[in-house]
């Protein structure tokens, strides 16, 4: 009896072992990824905006075979979409009389790939509106709504001057939308008469004060550069990245059709 207690102890053992290895092993796939949690004080407006913003579709470029294939032969991870889609255009015929022929060409300096390391978003990045009401002499609440008295134009943009700003900006909002899933944009339009049926209700005696901010993602990383030189020898097509550098890079990405909402009631004005 006590052999075969001694057997199941073990037997124990090495199943907990085994879950317990199982369990760090276990990575988290990108479902596993959560939304940004968005306050109750944020709301939508896509359908009560009067300016009608684009959408910012920026689906991540797939790389053709031909380009896949030198992509990989590359010791730095390539990720910038531009340098994707030259590669994409480029054809490069394996002849069989390319055999001796030895050619490097020098593709210039690229952003080659994004690192994200912090991806934090500020529900009151910028004052857009103030609506107002002074409820001191009325007998019963008031009713206030949010009326957009005026368009306004938000932007965003790197927090420093970078070569290729505009691939770097690309590359910092993909991963910016990747990390929160928020409809971003380094530009946003809010239209003058813009509306919500939320009420904010104004005591008597009180003065009401309805403030409505454009938010924004405060994204931060590191971007890496380098040398692109596409080097054949006989029919071998490779990718080669030389003087790589790395630089600290951060961005203000506003959230596109977002407004947040601050109420405030006083018994005098501010």
């Given at each position: 009896?006590k052999?075969?207690?001694?057997i199941?102890?073990?037997?124990?053992?090495?199943?907990?072992?085994?879950?317990?290895i199982?369990?760090e092993?276990?990575?988290?796939?990108p479902s596993d990824?959560q939304?940004?949690?968005?306050?109750?004080?944020?709301?939508d407006?896509t359908?009560e905006?009067?300016?009608?913003?684009?959408t910012?579709d920026?689906?991540?470029l797939q790389?053709s075979?031909?380009t896949?294939?030198?992509?990989?032969?590359?010791k730095?991870?390539?990720?910038?979409?531009?340098l994707?889609?030259?590669?994409?255009e480029?054809?490069?015929n394996?002849s069989?009389?390319?055999?001796?022929?030895r050619?490097?060409?020098?593709?210039?300096?690229?952003?080659?790939n994004?690192?994200?390391?912090?991806?934090?978003?500020?529900?009151?990045?910028?004052?857009?509106?103030?609506?107002?009401?002074?409820?001191?002499?009325g007998?019963?609440?008031?009713?206030?709504?949010?009326?957009?008295e005026?368009?306004?134009?938000?932007n965003?943009g790197?927090?420093?001057?970078?070569p290729?700003?505009?691939?770097?900006?690309?590359?910092?909002?993909?991963?910016?939308?990747?990390?929160?899933?928020?409809?971003l944009?380094?530009?946003?339009?809010i239209?003058?008469g813009?509306?919500?049926?939320?009420v904010?209700?104004?005591?008597?005696?009180?003065?009401?004060?309805?403030?409505?901010?454009?938010?924004?993602?405060n994204?931060k990383?590191?971007?890496?550069?380098?040398?692109?030189?596409?080097?054949?020898?006989?029919?071998?097509?490779?990718?080669?990245?030389?003087?790589?550098?790395?630089?600290?890079?951060?961005?203000?990405i506003?959230?596109?059709?977002h407004?947040?909402?601050?109420?405030?009631?006083?018994?005098?004005?501010?």
């Amino acid at each position: 009896m006590k052999k075969y207690r001694v057997i199941f102890i073990l037997l124990l053992s090495l199943l907990v072992l085994s879950s317990t290895i199982q369990a760090e092993n276990k990575k988290p796939s990108p479902s596993d990824k959560q939304k940004a949690n968005i306050p109750n004080s944020v709301l939508d407006i896509t359908k009560e905006n009067t300016y009608p913003n684009p959408t910012q579709d920026l689906p991540y470029l797939q790389p053709s075979e031909l380009t896949q294939e030198l992509i990989d032969t590359s010791k730095v991870e390539i990720e910038n979409p531009n340098l994707i889609r030259m590669l994409n255009e480029s054809t490069m015929n394996k002849s069989p009389f390319s055999i001796g022929m030895r050619a490097t060409i020098y593709l210039g300096e690229w952003p080659l790939n994004y690192s994200s390391t912090e991806t934090a978003p500020n529900w009151e990045y910028q004052k857009i509106n103030t609506n107002y009401y002074d409820n001191r002499s009325g007998k019963s609440n008031y009713k206030l709504h949010y009326v957009q008295e005026a368009q306004k134009k938000v932007n965003g943009g790197l927090t420093a001057k970078v070569p290729h700003s505009e691939d770097v900006q690309k590359m910092m909002l993909l991963k910016a939308m990747e990390k929160t899933k928020l409809p971003l944009s380094f530009k946003t339009i809010i239209g003058a008469g813009t509306k919500k049926d939320q009420v904010y209700n104004i005591e008597p005696k009180r003065l009401g004060y309805l403030y409505a901010y454009a938010p924004a993602v405060n994204e931060k990383g590191k971007i890496t550069y380098g040398e692109v030189y596409l080097v054949m020898k006989g029919s071998k097509r490779t990718i080669v990245v030389k003087n790589v550098t790395s630089q600290g890079i951060g961005a203000w990405i506003p959230v596109q059709d977002h407004v947040s909402f601050g109420f405030v009631a006083s018994d005098s004005p501010r």
